[in-house]
C-alpha cells in the first residue's frame, strides 16, 4: 500500500479509476418520487430543470473524487469519467455511491465498495459492481455500476525519492500550464532588508550571495497592499514608531491596540518573487482569464492586447544559468474562463470536474510530487499548517483534506525505515493572525495540533518498526518552528501617550516587550539528487507561501496550507515551482550551491542571527542530525531568552513552537500553563461550538 512498512497503514501512490455507466437505477417507488419531484418543480416554475445523477468516490472518511452531473436514465446513465488521483489515506475501501440532486440536498441511490486490500495489490479492478443500500430499496431487481480502478504504491512511482532526472522530469503532469525552460526568477525575504544584511553565503562558482531587494526592486504590483507589511530582518517591535512606522503601526493581535497606545508593533516576515520569461506569460493568462470571468460588462474592453514579439527574448540578458518554472492554481470555473467543461479535455489539462464545477488543484498537486521526490529535506514557511483530516486521531470528517502534512510525514517514515537521513522543518507564525484566545484562532490552533500528532505518530511508528526506540526520537527527523523577537529598552524610544489596559495580551506583552513575529511567508525548499541522461515579462507573486526541496526546488505562491487554499473550489490561488538545471544535486554527496540553496541559506542566517556564524558549515546539510541538533539547539536558546526575566536582545528570531514530543511520539505543551507567553489563550486550542469547520480549516 505505499512505501513498504507502512503497507497496514496508508493507500499511499496514485488511483487511477474511471466512472463508466450504471444500470439498472429504477424501480417503481423511486419512479413515482421522481415524478412528484418533478410535479413539483414545475408547480415552482422550475420544471425545465432535469433529474440529475452523479457518482461520489471515497476512500474511508475522506471525499476523493465527485463525477459531474448526467441526466437521469432509468436504465444506462453514462459518465465515462476518468480521475488520477494523489493518495495518502488511511488503508479503507474504495467506495462508489451514486446519488441523486435533489431540490435540497441528494439521495442515495446505492453503494458498491471495493475491499482495501484488492485495491492495495495494483492489480486492475474492472466491471460491473453491485450497488446496495439505495434510499428506496430495490426489491425486484440489483442496479450495478461500471466502474475500473487501479492503485499504484509510490514506490512504483520512478518519480518517488529519484529527485529531479534531467532531461525526463517536466514538471507537474498533466497540468494546465506547463513547465517553461529559460526564465528567471527572483527571490525576495520580507519587503526590504536592511543596507548591512549579508548572509555571507557563496555559490557554486565562488561568488557571494547578493539578496534581492524588493522595496528597490518593485514594480507594478508592489507588496501586499495592506498596512504593517513594510518591515526588514530586524522585525522591531518598538524601535522606529515614530519614523519609519509612524504612519504604518499595525497590530492585529489585540483589542484597541495602537500607536497612542505603544508597541509591540506586528513584526510581519513575508516571502516574494519575480517571474521573468515565459513564465510570465501564463500568470498574465491567469490574470485575463480571471478579468474575463468576473470583471464588470462595462471594464470587458479594458485588458491590453500584448503581442509577445513587442517584448525583448530573456536571452537578450545574458543569463547563462536559466530557470525553469512551472505555474500553479487553485481555482474552479466559477473565478475563470478557459477551462473545458468536457471531462476528457479536462482531465488533458490537469483539471477535475466535480459535481457542478471545474477545478484546478494543481498547486496542491505541485506540493505532493515535489515531497515525494525529495531526498534529503524539506523546508517550509507557511501562514497555516493544516490537512491529511482522514488520518486524524478525531474529526476525521472535518473536511481538511490536503495531503500535504501526511505526505511529509509518510516522506520521513519512508526514509527511517531504509535507514536513510531526512529532516523536515516546518516554520509558522505562533498563533494566526488574531486574538488568540479568539474563537477562530483557537479553531484553527486545534486543526493544527491534530496535525502534528497525527505526523508525529507516522513517524513514532516508522522508528519502531525500524527497531530505533531509545536509539532515535521522532524530533530527530520533524520538527516545527515559529518566530518571535524581545527588544530591551533603548534611550530616545518612542514613548506613548497613553497605555494599554492593565492585565491584558497587549499590556503583558509590553511589559515584557516580546510579540511573535507573524510568518506570512507560504514557501517550501527540498533537496533532490541529479541524474542527467522567446518573450520576455515580469510578473511578481505576492501574499506568497515558501517551501524548499533538497536546496534544487522551491515554491513560492499565495496558497496557505489549508483546505481553503488547496481545496481549488473555495479560495483562488496561484504559485510557481522552479529550480535551476545548473544546480541540481549530481551524487550521492553532491550539493546543489545555486540560488534556491542561497536563498534558503539567507532565511536561516535572518532566523538564527547570532546563532549562524556558530553553525558553520553544519547548516549546508540539512538533512544531517547534526544540523537538526544545532536548529533545536539555536530555537530553545532563542526560546530561553524570549521567556526569561531579564529583558534582553535575542539573539536570533527562531523558537521552537511551544510544544513538547516525548520519544512515544506523544504531543503536550512546551510553557507550564498550556498558554502562550503573555496571554491566556491555550497552545493546543479549542472545539469551537460556534464555527463550522469550513471556516476554520
Not at 452523479?54 to 446513465?77: C, I, K, L, S
Not at 500535504?404 to 516522506?411: G, N, R, S, T, W
Not at 473555495?570 to 515551482?577: K, L, P, V
Not at 511520539?665 to 500553563?673: C, F, R, Y
Amino acid at each position: 500500500m505505499g512505501s513498504r512498512g507502512a503497507a497496514a497503514d496508508h493507500l499511499h501512490g496514485v488511483l487511477e479509476l474511471t466512472v463508466y455507466e450504471a444500470d439498472d437505477l429504477h424501480n417503481a417507488i423511486h419512479g413515482r418520487i421522481i415524478k412528484a419531484a418533478e410535479s413539483l418543480k414545475e408547480s415552482l416554475g422550475v420544471h425545465r430543470l432535469a433529474h440529475r445523477i452523479y457518482v461520489d468516490v471515497d476512500v474511508g472518511a475522506a471525499r476523493v473524487a465527485r463525477t459531474r452531473e448526467v441526466e437521469f436514465h432509468p436504465t444506462n446513465p453514462v459518465w465515462n469519467q476518468s480521475f488520477r488521483l494523489h493518495c495518502a489515506y488511511p488503508a479503507a475501501p474504495v467506495a462508489f455511491t451514486v446519488k441523486s440532486q435533489h431540490l435540497v440536498g441528494a439521495g442515495v441511490l446505492g453503494a458498491a465498495r471495493v475491499p482495501a486490500a484488492r485495491v492495495a495489490t495494483g492489480e486492475p479492478v474492472e466491471g460491473w459492481l453491485d450497488l446496495r443500500g439505495g434510499e428506496h430499496g430495490h426489491a425486484t431487481h440489483t442496479p450495478k455500476l461500471r466502474v475500473r480502478l487501479r492503485f499504484l504504491g509510490v514506490e512504483s512511482d520512478p518519480w518517488w525519492d529519484a529527485g529531479l532526472r534531467l532531461p525526463g522530469f517536466a514538471g507537474v503532469t498533466p497540468a494546465f500550464f506547463p513547465e517553461r525552460s529559460g526564465c528567471r526568477v527572483t527571490l525576495y525575504q520580507n519587503s526590504h532588508l536592511s543596507g548591512g544584511f549579508d548572509p555571507g553565503v557563496r555559490l557554486a562558482g565562488g561568488g557571494a550571495y547578493r539578496p534581492a531587494r524588493l522595496w528597490e526592486d518593485i514594480f507594478i504590483g508592489g507588496i501586499d497592499l495592506c498596512d504593517g507589511r513594510y518591515d526588514d530582518e530586524n522585525h522591531t517591535l518598538f524601535r522606529d514608531l515614530d519614523t519609519t512606522y509612524r504612519h504604518d503601526f499595525m497590530q492585529n493581535n489585540f483589542k484597541h491596540a495602537g500607536l497612542r497606545r505603544g508597541g509591540p508593533r506586528e513584526p510581519w516576515h513575508d516571502v516574494h518573487c519575480r517571474l521573468e520569461g515565459r513564465a510570465a506569460w501564463d500568470v498574465l493568462a491567469n490574470f485575463e482569464q480571471r478579468w474575463r470571468k468576473q470583471a464588470p460588462p462595462e471594464m470587458a474592453g479594458c485588458l491590453l492586447d500584448l503581442s509577445q514579439a513587442e517584448l525583448p527574448d530573456p536571452g537578450s540578458f545574458g543569463d547563462d544559468e536559466p530557470w525553469n518554472v512551472q505555474v500553479f492554481r487553485s481555482i474552479d470555473d466559477a473565478s475563470v474562463v478557459g477551462f473545458p467543461a468536457e471531462p476528457v479535455a479536462a482531465a488533458a489539462m490537469g483539471l477535475t470536474n466535480g459535481k457542478d464545477v471545474t477545478i484546478d488543484r494543481s498547486i496542491q498537486a505541485g506540493y505532493v510530487e515535489a515531497i515525494r521526490r525529495a531526498r534529503r529535506f524539506i523546508y517550509v514557511e507557511n501562514q497555516y499548517f493544516l490537512g491529511g483530516c482522514a488520518s486524524w486521531a478525531e474529526d476525521r470528517d472535518a473536511g481538511c483534506l490536503n495531503l500535504v502534512p501526511v505526505e511529509i510525514a509518510l516522506k520521513v517514515a519512508a526514509k527511517i525505515r531504509r535507514g536513510e537521513r531526512f529532516a523536515a522543518y516546518v516554520v509558522t507564525p505562533m498563533w494566526p493572525e488574531g486574538e488568540p484566545a479568539g474563537d477562530s484562532v483557537q479553531a484553527i490552533l486545534r486543526w493544527n495540533r491534530l496535525t502534528v500528532e497525527m505526523m508525529y505518530g507516522i513517524v513514532t511508528k516508522a522508528i519502531d518498526d525500524a527497531g530505533l526506540r531509545g536509539q532515535a526520537h521522532p524530533c530527530d527527523y520533524l520538527n516545527f518552528f515559529c518566530l518571535g523577537n524581545r527588544e530591551a529598552p533603548r534611550p530616545g524610544e518612542y514613548s506613548p501617550p497613553e497605555t494599554p489596559d492593565v492585565d491584558t495580551d497587549y499590556w503583558r506583552a509590553q511589559v515584557n516587550r516580546r510579540f511573535p513575529i507573524y510568518v506570512h511567508a507560504k514557501l517550501m525548499i527540498a533537496l533532490f539528487n541529479l541524474c542527467h541522461g522567446s518573450s520576455h515579462l515580469c510578473r511578481r507573486l505576492t501574499t506568497v507561501f515558501f517551501s524548499a526541496v533538497d536546496d534544487e526546488y522551491v515554491m513560492v505562491g499565495s496558497a496557505n496550507l489549508n483546505e481553503r487554499s488547496l481545496a481549488g473550489n473555495r479560495d483562488s490561488e496561484i504559485a510557481q515551482g522552479s529550480y535551476q538545471p545548473a544546480h541540481l544535486n549530481g551524487g550521492p554527496r553532491g550539493r546543489a550551491r545555486g540560488l534556491v540553496h542561497a536563498f534558503r541559506m539567507s532565511l536561516w542566517h535572518e532566523h538564527l542571527m547570532g546563532h549562524a556564524g556558530g553553525g558553520g558549515s553544519v547548516f549546508l546539510e540539512p538533512e544531517s542530525a547534526e544540523c537538526v541538533r544545532a536548529v533545536r539547539r539555536a530555537a530553545e536558546a532563542t526560546w530561553d531568552a524570549y521567556t526569561r526575566d531579564t529583558m534582553e536582545d535575542l539573539p536570533g528570531h527562531l523558537l521552537p513552537f511551544p510544544i513538547t514530543v516525548s520519544e512515544f511520539g506523544e504531543v503536550a505543551d512546551l510553557t507550564a500553563d498550556g498558554c502562550f507567553p503573555d496571554t491566556t489563550a491555550p497552545v493546543k486550542g479549542r472545539r469551537s461550538l460556534k464555527l463550522p469547520a469550513i471556516l476554520t480549516t
